[in-house]
């Protein structure tokens, strides 16, 4: 008996345990709820503020936090939206009235929500009478939450036209035979009549035109039919009709706007630029081998004289004269050697194969003191250094010439090599014609560019070039021309530390003429004429900031000059052997 007291003691005890837990539990909820109450019962739904070009979205924010209204809206339709408005204690619908005011911004309050929409408002309550279709009656001002715009508002009521089934004639239940639509088909802006516009039935076909005042008459068998009407620069619509009889059926036709593809003009986004070149042209070789040329063949120097301020002296020639410079007043480097005459068959085509071409710049202006100075311009053309991944080979071929290049890794990775030849059968051509005088003649020509570049390491790249080309050329057996054009550099780039670096360049170039004739024995003569150049450059630039740079550098030139050599051709000639005495001319510059 004592140990069933013990238990039920026990047990009752449990009981009152789990109803203190219980009431503990609602009272840490209720002690909840009274917090939440009353931190929300701190917030009052007045504005104090003052805004001065502030963003919409720091304005929301702002609000959000002083009272318990929250946003709605669209990032994109407010963006660049600025709020300048002062407050204090006000409502939040007078805040909003100064804020949106000359803005298509229109705002609805729901409750403690604050829906911000563009060019329209939305409706948070239904009309009284809604429900109720023989009482509804729509104010002006509820319908303004439901304004459309017009475009929206005419495209409704064109589809209710096109949609709605108009009865023509009297209505009979005989549907058998045909009957006659005729009307004026006009335009619905200024009721002018449409001449030509087709008012047609697809299924069967049939169709006609209006005539000069808009009118047709179009017959077609008694029954239901779908009449399109179409017109150039109007919008086709389409009419639903019941026919029983011969009736009227008058169209109005709106504008069609047609619209046209958008067209992007964009620029490198890429290049930032970090000086101002005056007068620097910049050719990109992808671009230039789209232009249409002569013989399909792309060609530097044509693509050059396309641009402001640089004139040639006639059809056939590449001689460039820029700004009113004469030719021998521009400077033509390939690879920072010098290129004396840039031109193949007396200008017809240009001395730089396109396949190995990198970079092209034209100076009109504003030279800088490391090219040495030109009185006209220098145009600076530059090789690629080829593949260090893998061999590839490219080539063409057009009307007269045929290319080849080959290019590929010495070393993956570290050096590389390409290689582009590049010649005529023009001779081959020539032979083809019937004219004796021409397969007597000759015209041909090839060049030949090879680069080679190496990485020695991090800090030191060498690279190596040479560039060969000869031209020949004999019209009828009399006399001939023979030029050649050869040059070659080498070039080492050391840099010191990320800010300083230098280049140490040293070029050779030589450019030889011949003419020559043995037509006529006793005046047969061979004279020709030669220029050699040795220049070396070493530069030396140091990068100050993003904004400043120090450039120095000290260059010399040696020039042979062989102005003439007048010789007799075979034992017959007459002519009196001529030489010129050679000059030699040295000179240096600091920069």
């Known amino acids: 008996m004592r140990r069933q007291e013990i238990s039920v003691v026990w047990f009752n005890t449990m009981i009152s345990l789990n109803n203190v837990v219980k009431v503990g539990h609602w009272l840490t909820a209720l002690f909840l709820v009274l917090v939440v109450t009353s931190a929300s019962a701190q917030k009052s739904n007045t504005v ?102 017009d475009y929206e508002r005419q495209e409704q009521l064109r589809k209710r036209v096109e949609e709605r089934l ?176 840039p031109s193949h068959m007396f200008g017809f085509f240009s001395t730089f194969n396109p396949d190995v071409l990198k970079n ?73 014609v019937n004219n004796p005088a021409l397969k007597n003649s000759s015209a041909a020509f090839y060049d030949i560019t090879a680069n080679i570049n190496h990485k020695i390491n991090d800090n030191n790249t060498i690279t190596v070039s040479g560039y060969m080309s000869r031209d020949r050329f004999q019209l009828t057996s009399d006399t001939s021309y023979h030029y050649s054009d050869r040059n070659g550099s080498v070039k080492w780039k050391h840099q010191f530390n990320p800010n300083f670096y230098s280049t140490v360049i040293g070029a050779a170039s030589q450019y030889t003429y011949t003419i020559s004739s043995e037509r006529n024995p006793v005046n047969a003569f061979n004279m020709d004429f030669k220029i050699r150049q040795f220049n070396g450059k070493a530069d030396f630039n140091y990068l100050l900031n993003q904004k400043h740079a120090l450039n120095a550098g000290v260059a010399f030139t040696h020039y042979f000059l062989a102005p003439g050599n007048m010789q007799p051709s075979g034992e017959k000639s007459l002519i009196v052997p001529d030489v010129l005495p050679v000059n030699v001319l040295s000179k240096a510059r600091y920069t």
């Open 48 to 149: 104090t503020g003052s805004f001065s070009a502030a963003t919409f979205e720091s304005f929301v924010k702002t609000i959000e936090q002083q009272t318990n209204f929250k946003f709605y809206y669209d990032h994109l339709q407010t963006d660049s939206l600025s709020i300048t408005v002062s407050a204090s204690n006000d409502s939040i619908g007078n805040v909003l009235d100064i804020a949106f005011s000359g803005t298509p911004l229109h705002y609805s309050v729901y409750g403690n929500n604050v829906f911000v929409i563009k060019d329209r408002q939305m409706m948070t309550t239904l009309p009284a009478d809604f429900f109720n279709e023989s009482q509804k009656t729509v104010s002006k001002k509820d319908n303004a939450a439901f304004d459309l715009s």
């Open 166 to 341: 108009t009865y023509i004639g009297t209505k009979t239940n005989n549907l058998t035979g045909n009957a006659t639509i005729n009307g004026i088909v006009r335009d619905i802006k200024s009721g002018e009549a449409i001449i030509g516009a087709s008012v047609f039935v697809e299924n069967p076909l049939i169709g006609v035109a209006t005539d000069q005042l808009g009118r047709y008459s179009l017959t077609l068998p008694r029954g239901r039919h779908e009449i399109k009407i179409k017109s150039v620069g109007m919008k086709t619509t389409q009419r639903q009709v019941m026919l029983y009889n011969n009736g009227k059926l008058e169209v109005d036709l709106e504008e069609d706007i047609t619209p046209l593809k958008e067209v992007i003009v964009t620029s490198e986004r890429d290049v930032k630029i970090t000086s101002t070149d005056m007068g620097l042209e910049k050719l990109d070789i992808k671009i230039m081998k789209q232009m249409p040329l002569i013989l399909g063949e792309a060609d530097v120097m044509k693509v050059v004289l396309t641009l402001p301020g640089v004139q040639t002296v006639g059809e056939g020639t590449v001689g460039l004269n820029v700004r009113g410079g004469a030719t021998n007043q521009n400077l033509i480097l390939f690879n920072d050697a010098v290129v004396y005459n």
């Open 360 to 432: 092209v710049e034209l100076y009109k202006s504003g030279v800088t003191a490391d090219y040495g100075g030109r009185l006209s311009s220098v145009l600076d053309v530059t090789a690629r250094d080829g593949n260090l991944k893998k061999f590839s080979a490219s080539g063409g071929l057009s009307p007269v010439t045929g290319r080849l290049t080959l290019e590929g890794p010495i070393i993956k990775e570290r050096s590389s090599f390409i290689v582009g030849v590049r010649s005529t059968y023009s001779d081959w051509l020539l032979k083809q």
